[in-house]
């Protein structure tokens, strides 16, 4: 009898027992990742895989002002206008690499892009005069910003219109997980030499470039007719015959101006006010890209259904923010917070305008339009070192990324504002992920 009561307790004690498996939620979260990253063609993984390891290498620009300032003499106003030069040559190469894209094939694109771009670095860690230093910047940035709106057209091509916000977002994943490496491997780099940099950049650039050639030597493959019928298909108009998305474009502009401080003032900002020495900065900035590559798949499957534009409109303000924060901490642990807080505002942001910009375009002009969508941000290099660097030196750090924080609430008002219009004008409205809805939307 008293063995039987000592099983029941045992049978009545709800603490696991050894031996027996508690629940756990790990499986649950291995669904998830299973689930968005679950149904996307093979050109789409592959495309990833060659971006993958181009970005590897990605570790000039993010140190380009610390190495103008400090290995070429140059003031930080100077390094700024070092940096607009390459911004004006991007205004340049995303038009080009989007009309190229549409009238060749963005693969030929991406392939001529990378060789040169490679080239193109080394060329730059051995010049040393200003005026060969501003003519390599600006000639790089023609060939090298190419690159973006034929990755962008060629993810559109390769991937159904009810897989393009995962694809984008994987497409993104390959980008920041490449980023984790290059920036921090960048700082360790830069402590032996900073000519480092330009050699690895240049060698994964030419990497990339095999890569394509290898996996597609017959072209990017096309999703089958019915994949593609998911969605009515979007007029073939001009992008610049397109006044909302030409409004939207404005706004991903400051959008933009904003993000791009990453290039100058903000790592500026943590050496003046945080006190970091490069390896620690390049720990920082490699942040952005692990939250990126963990969370982004995740959070845009779980987001399936909800309206891009609504998303895009709270990005902005959560990226914003997360920039707006810098002057109230003087910690690595804090500059680590602020960089968590902006990515979620840039994930939120990013795929779901990729694939609105996609899906608003028509087969024939997919490149002319991803061609616009990165002319915004390729302005936005231009205008974000300028006004960032005088800014910093003439109104002080605080009144720089306070501004970035008040911009945020104006962008998203303005996004909210673009819904509407773009209703009116879709056939159709692909979901932020997953299948598209049959109801009249943004597309």
């Known amino acids: ?140 940035s023609v060939v090298g910003e190419a690159f973006r709106p034929a990755g962008g057209a060629a993810i559109g091509t390769a991937s159904a219109p009810g897989e393009r916000s995962r694809a984008y977002a994987l497409y993104r994943l390959a980008v920041n997980l490449g980023m984790t490496l290059g920036p921090a491997l960048g700082g360790f780099l830069a402590a032996y030499g900073y000519r480092w940099l330009f050699v690895v950049d240049g060698a994964t650039c030419a990497a990339a470039a095999s890569l394509l050639w290898l996996f597609f030597p017959g072209g990017l493959p096309r999703p089958a007719m019915s994949e593609r019928a998911a969605v009515a298909a979007p007029p073939e108009r001009s992008p610049w015959r397109d006044p909302p998305f030409l409004g939207l474009m404005f706004v991903m502009f400051l959008f933009a101006v904003v993000l791009f401080q990453l290039m100058g003032t903000y790592p500026l900002m943590l050496r003046d006010h945080y006190g970091m020495v490069e390896s620690r900065i390049g720990l920082v ?47 690595f642990g804090f500059a680590a917070l602020t960089v968590l807080v902006w990515s979620v505002g840039e994930m939120l942001s990013m795929p779901a305008a990729g694939a609105l910009v996609a899906n608003r375009a028509g087969e024939g002009t997919r490149g002319s339009y991803m061609g616009v969508y990165m002319l915004a941000f390729a302005c936005a290099f231009v205008v974000a070192p300028l006004a960032g660097s005088w800014v910093y030196e003439h109104l002080g750090p605080r009144a720089l990324w306070l501004s970035c924080a008040a911009l945020g609430p104006v962008l998203g008002l303005a996004i909210l504002a673009l819904v509407p219009a773009f209703r009116t004008g879709s056939p159709a409205a692909p979901s932020a992920s997953g299948p598209p809805v049959a109801a009249p939307g943004p597309p």
Request: with cysteine; hydrophobic share 55%.
């Open 285 to 331: 900035l490699g942040l952005n890209a692990l939250a990126v590559a963990l969370f982004e798949m995740v959070l845009v499957h779980s987001l399936t259904g909800r309206e891009p534009l609504r998303l895009m409109a709270m990005g902005c303000v959560v990226l914003c923010l997360g920039f707006g924060m810098l002057p109230f901490g003087a910690t």
């Open 1 to 140: 009898m008293a063995g039987y009561h000592r099983a029941m307790l045992r049978a009545e004690d709800p603490r696991p027992r050894r031996g027996l498996r508690a629940p756990w939620p790990l499986a649950a979260v291995v669904g998830l990742y299973r689930d968005a990253f679950s149904g996307l063609s093979r050109p789409v993984w592959l495309l990833a895989t060659a971006t993958l390891v181009n970005r590897s290498g990605t570790m000039v620009l993010p140190f380009m002002a610390l190495y103008l300032t400090e290995q070429r003499g140059f003031s930080i106003t100077l390094a700024g206008r070092a940096l607009a030069v390459y911004g004006v040559g991007s205004v340049a190469g995303a038009y080009l690499g989007g009309w190229w894209s549409d009238r060749s094939s963005p693969l030929t694109v991406m392939r001529a892009s990378l060789l040169a771009t490679g080239a193109g670095f080394l060329v730059l860690g051995w010049v040393e005069r200003r005026a060969a230093i501003f003519a390599v910047l600006l000639a790089l």
